[in-house]
């Protein structure tokens, strides 16, 4: 098995890299949208418009690259016998954070189309730096292995 992954690691490592991109790129749209929907009263045609598109970046976007990652991401550590590193379990800690953030904003947005406002614009525009931050620090830590 793990000579058969080794023969396609650097497709596992292009598609983990590609959907990390995707993720990401959604990751930065949603606190955006929240921004925009917060222009629309609750239970106007305005606030339900951005709800179907925030639903829609989480369903097509979102959820699936989130999966993708996790997925070829672990079957490489497994691949290359990378568990046992401490790069990657300083990756793992902080890929989790980006994944509980990913759960936390997913849920504010479900709120917001509900007609509850749980986040202030400021609010969203500083939490919206977070999955920049992460991004920095995983890839610092991927290409570097420090440890
Ligand atoms: C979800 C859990 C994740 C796991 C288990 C994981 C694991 C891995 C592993 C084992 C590699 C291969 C390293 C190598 O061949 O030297 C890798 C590559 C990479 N990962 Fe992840 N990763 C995850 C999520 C992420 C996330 C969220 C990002 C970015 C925010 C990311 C960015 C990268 C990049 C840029 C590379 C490519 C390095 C290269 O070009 O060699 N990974 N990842």
Redesign the pocket.
């Known amino acids: 098995m793990q000579e058969l992954l080794s023969s396609i ?1 650097l497709f ?2 292009s598609g ?2 590609i959907f ?1 991109v995707f ?2 790129a959604g990751l930065f749209m949603l606190p955006r949208q929240c921004i925009y929907m917060l222009d629309h009263e609750p239970g106007s045609a305005g606030e339900a418009k951005w709800a179907t598109r925030m639903g829609k970046l989480r369903k097509i976007i979102l959820t699936p690259a ?1 999966i993708i ?12 016998g ?1 568990f046992s590193d401490g790069w ?1 379990h300083a ?2 800690t ?3 954070a ?2 509980g953030y990913h759960g936390w904003l997913v849920g504010q947005t479900k709120k917001m189309a509900r007609g509850e406002r749980p986040l202030t614009e400021k609010t969203l525009r500083m939490i919206g730096e977070v ?1 920049g931050l ?2 920095v620090l ?2 610092v830590l ?2 570097l ?1 420090p440890f």
């Not at 997925?71 to 497994?78: F, H, K, N, P, S």
Request: proline share 3%.
């Open positions: 690691y596992l490592k983990h890299v990390m993720w990401l989130l990652v996790w997925v070829l991401g672990l079957t490489m550590a497994y691949t290359m990378f990657l990756k793992l902080l890929v989790l980006l994944t999955p992460l991004l995983i890839v991927v290409y292995k």
